[in-house]
C-alpha cells in the first residue's frame, strides 16, 4: 500500500500523434511526417500535426484517433481505481458528443457511459456485441464475414470440432487476440457459415480442374464408430505449371447401400457434377473391393489396388504363416499389454530403464492388420528386453518373459523385415507417390530377399520360413504388374526410372509399343488441329496457298508412326534422373522438347499409389485423423472432410 501511495496516480498519456511524426533535432518547432516525410511546423503542441493527418492522410488520423481513445480510456480507468476523483473528462468534442448522445447511446453501441467511484468515463464496447435497439451480429460486415471464414477455416483444417467455441477458454483467448469479434453458436457455424465455405470452396475446385484434360480417382472406404461405413471420394491431378493437386469430392455413407447399381451411379453423380467423367483415367481403392471393380467397368475407368494396402498383406499373411513367429508376436503383444494397463509396472519400468542407462522409450503395442506396427513393436522391445525383463520377474510375472532364442528369433524377423519398413517410409514419406514406384519397389523387394536367401547359411528355421513365406506372398499378388497399362506406362514416363525398373523383357517391349500407340494418338490428334488452321488461313489468304501447300505436303511425309517413334527414342536416351529428384520438375523444364509425351505422362503421372493420402498411411497422423474424425456426427462428416482436406 505505501509503494502505491509513493507511485501516485497514473501519468497521462503521451499523445499519440508522435507515433506518427518525427522530432527534428535542433528543430524544436518542427516535425517530420513519418507516412509522407513533409516537415509540419508547431507551436509547442499537436494541433497542427493532428489536422495534417486528417487532410492528408485520413485513415491514419482515422487509427490515430481510435488508439488515443483507448489510451485515454485506460487512464481514466487506472485513475477512477486509484481514488483520484475526475473533474473534467478529457474527451474529443466527437466522443463527447458520441457519449452523451441518448441517440448514440441506443443505437451505434460503440461507446457506453460507466460509473466507477464517483466518475464517470467511456469505455469502448464490442462492435460485433448486440448493444440495446442492436440486432446481434451487426457492424462491419466485412470484417466480421473474414473472421468467421478464419475461424471456420481453423477448425476444417485442424479438425476441430465446432463445440471448442463454446468453452470459456477459447472466448478469453480471442478476447484478447481481438474484443471486436462475437463468436458465432455452433447451429450458426453448421448452418451458415460452414455451407457457405463450402460452397465457394466447391466453386474453385470445379474452376481449377475445367482445363485439366486427365485425372485419377481415388476411393478410400472407412468405418465410423466400427457400425458404419464411409466412403471418400477423391481426384488428382497434374496442374499446367507440373505441380500435383488432389480434391475431395464428396463422403457418404453407404453402410446399407454398398452395392455395385449404388455405388456406380453414386460415382457417376459426383463426376458428372462436376464434370469429368470423361476425364477419369483410373479409379484407384485402397483394398479390393467388387464394388468398385464392377462400378469402374461401367464407367469406363480402369480400376488399381492401393499398393499400400497390398504390401501391408503381404507382409501380415506372411508373419502369420509361420507358426513360431505368431506364437512369440502374442507373447510380447500380451506382455506390452501388461505395461500398458498397469500403473505400477510402466513405472518399475521406467526405474530400471534409468538405472541401466537405457533409452526412456515407451514400449509400443502392435495394431490389428497393420505390420509396420509389428515391427515397431519388435525393435522397441530388442531395445528394452533385459529392463522388460527384469520388471517381468520383480512382479512375478515370469511367463511372460522373453528367453533368448525368442529375442533371437525376433531380431531377425527385424533385420528381413527392414528393407519392406524402408518400402513402407517411401510411401509415407512423400507427400505424393505415383503408381510409377510400384514396379521397381515391388521387383526390388523381391530381389533382396531372393539375394538373401541364396546367400544365407541358414536352411530352415523361422527367419527362412518368413523369407520363404515373403517370397510366396509377393509372387502372389505382385505378379504381372509389368504388364499392366497404367503401371508400366507411368513407370516408362517417369525419368526416374524408364525401362531400367523392368525385369520383364517381353512386358517392356509390349509397354513401350503401347507408348508409341498412344504418342501416335496424341500426334494425330494435333495434326487434325494444326490442317484445320492452314485451312482457314487457305480461305483468307489464297496469296500464300501454294506455300501452304507444299508445308502441308511435306509434313505428310513425316507420318505420325515415325513421328512418334522418334520422340519416345529421344525420350529414352535421356539420361535417368537421381532416385530421389522430382520427376514432375523435370517434365516441367523439359516439355518443350517432348511436345506428345508430356499430354501422356500428365495423364499417367498424375495416378497415386495409394487410396489414403500418403501422410496418413502406417502413420500416427493416420490414428490421429480417424480419431477427430469420430467427434463429428454423421451429417456433419461430408463438410467437415471436404473443407478439411481442400483448404
Known amino acids: 500500500m505505501a509503494d502505491e501511495q509513493k507511485r501516485g496516480p497514473p501519468r497521462r498519456p503521451r499523445s499519440v500523434v508522435w507515433c506518427y511524426f518525427d522530432k527534428i533535432p535542433n528543430e524544436p518547432l518542427n516535425a517530420c511526417c513519418k507516412v509522407c516525410h513533409k516537415v509540419c511546423h508547431h507551436a509547442m503542441n499537436t494541433s497542427n500535426l493532428l489536422k495534417h493527418l486528417k487532410l492528408k492522410h485520413p485513415d491514419t488520423y482515422k487509427q490515430a484517433e481510435e488508439q488515443r481513445d483507448t489510451e485515454m480510456d485506460l487512464y481514466l480507468q487506472l485513475k477512477a481505481k486509484a481514488g483520484k476523483p475526475i473533474d473534467k473528462l478529457v474527451r474529443t468534442p466527437k466522443r463527447l458528443e458520441a457519449a452523451t448522445s441518448p441517440k448514440n447511446q441506443g443505437s451505434s453501441g460503440m461507446t457506453a457511459t460507466v460509473k466507477s467511484e464517483g466518475a464517470v468515463f467511456m469505455k469502448s464496447r464490442n462492435p460485433f456485441s448486440p448493444g440495446p435497439g442492436r440486432p446481434k451480429g451487426s457492424g462491419n460486415g466485412k470484417i466480421r464475414q473474414n473472421m468467421y471464414k478464419a475461424l471456420v477455416s481453423m477448425l476444417a483444417k485442424d479438425m476441430i470440432h465446432p463445440s471448442m467455441v463454446t468453452g470459456r477458454g477459447f472466448k478469453d483467448f480471442l478476447a484478447a487476440c481481438d474484443v471486436r469479434m462475437e463468436v458465432p453458436s455452433k447451429k450458426t457455424i453448421y448452418k451458415t457459415l460452414m455451407p457457405e465455405l463450402v460452397e465457394e470452396t466447391k466453386l474453385r475446385t470445379k474452376l481449377d480442374i475445367k482445363t485439366v484434360s486427365s485425372m485419377a480417382m481415388s476411393v478410400e472406404s472407412w468405418f465410423y464408430k466400427v457400425s458404419q461405413s464411409f466412403v471418400t471420394i477423391s481426384i488428382h491431378f497434374i496442374k499446367e505449371n507440373w505441380s500435383i493437386s488432389s480434391f475431395v469430392l464428396e463422403t457418404f455413407d453407404c453402410t446399407d447401400e454398398r452395392t455395385e447399381t449404388n455405388m456406380a451411379t453414386n460415382l457417376k453423380r459426383l463426376t458428372d457434377e462436376y464434370g469429368v467423367t470423361d476425364r477419369v483415367v483410373a479409379l484407384v481403392s485402397d483394398a479390393p473391393d467388387e464394388t468398385l471393380s464392377s462400378a469402374s467397368l461401367v464407367n469406363g475407368w480402369e480400376q488399381l489396388t492401393g499398393f499400400g494396402h497390398t504390401l501391408n498383406r503381404v507382409v501380415v499373411d506372411a508373419l502369420s504363416s509361420v507358426p513360431e513367429i505368431a506364437r512369440i508376436q502374442k507373447k510380447s503383444s500380451e506382455a506390452v499389454a501388461f505395461f500398458d494397463l498397469s500403473v505400477k509396472a510402466s513405472d518399475t519400468l521406467a526405474a530400471v530403464q534409468q538405472q541401466h542407462n537405457l533409452p526412456m522409450h515407451r514400449l509400443k503395442q502392435e495394431r490389428e492388420r497393420d505390420w509396420t506396427s509389428i515391427y515397431h513393436m519388435f525393435t522397441r522391445i530388442i531395445e528394452q528386453y533385459e529392463a522388460i525383463n527384469t520388471v517381468l520377474c520383480f512382479l512375478s510375472k515370469d511367463h ?141 489468304a489464297a496469296f500464300w496457298g501454294t506455300f501452304d501447300k507444299k508445308v502441308v505436303d511435306a509434313g505428310a511425309m513425316k507420318t505420325d508412326v515415325t513421328e512418334a517413334d522418334n520422340e519416345t527414342r529421344r525420350f529414352f536416351k535421356e539420361v535417368n534422373i537421381p532416385r530421389t529428384a522430382d520427376p514432375l520438375h523435370w517434365w516441367k523444364l523439359n516439355e518443350i522438347q517432348f511436345p506428345h509425351l508430356k499430354i501422356i505422362a500428365k495423364k499417367y503421372l498424375c495416378v497415386p499409389a495409394t487410396a489414403v493420402p500418403s501422410n496418413r498411411l502406417f502413420t500416427k497422423d493416420g490414428d490421429e485423423f480417424a480419431r477427430r474424425r469420430e467427434l463429428f456426427k454423421p451429417g456433419q462428416l461430408n463438410s467437415m472432410i471436404f473443407l478439411n482436406q481442400n483448404l
Do not use: W
Open 400 to 540: 511372460m518373459c522373453l528367453c533368448d532364442d525368442e529375442v533371437e528369433v525376433i531380431r531377425s524377423v527385424v533385420q528381413v523385415l527392414k528393407p519392406f519398413h524402408a518400402a513402407t517410409q517411401e510411401l509415407c514419406t512423400e507427400p505424393y507417390t505415383c503408381v510409377s514406384k510400384i514396379i521397381p519397389v515391388t521387383n526390388l523387394l523381391q530381389q533382396v530377399i531372393s539375394a538373401s536367401m541364396s546367400s544365407t547359411s541358414i536352411g530352415s528355421g523361422p527367419q527362412a520360413a518368413l523369407k520363404n513365406a515373403l517370397l510366396s506372398q509377393m509372387q502372389q499378388h505382385f505378379s504381372g504388374l509389368e504388364n499392366k497399362g497404367i503401371l508400366s506406362a507411368a513407370t516408362l514416363l517417369d525419368p526416374r526410372f524408364k525401362q531400367h525398373a523392368f525385369t520383364d523383357s517381353a512386358a517392356l517391349e509390349a509397354a513401350k509399343q503401347r507408348l508409341i500407340v498412344d504418342t501416335q494418338s496424341v500426334v494425330q490428334n494435333s495434326s487434325s488441329g494444326s490442317k484445320t488452321t492452314i485451312a482457314k488461313m487457305d480461305s483468307s
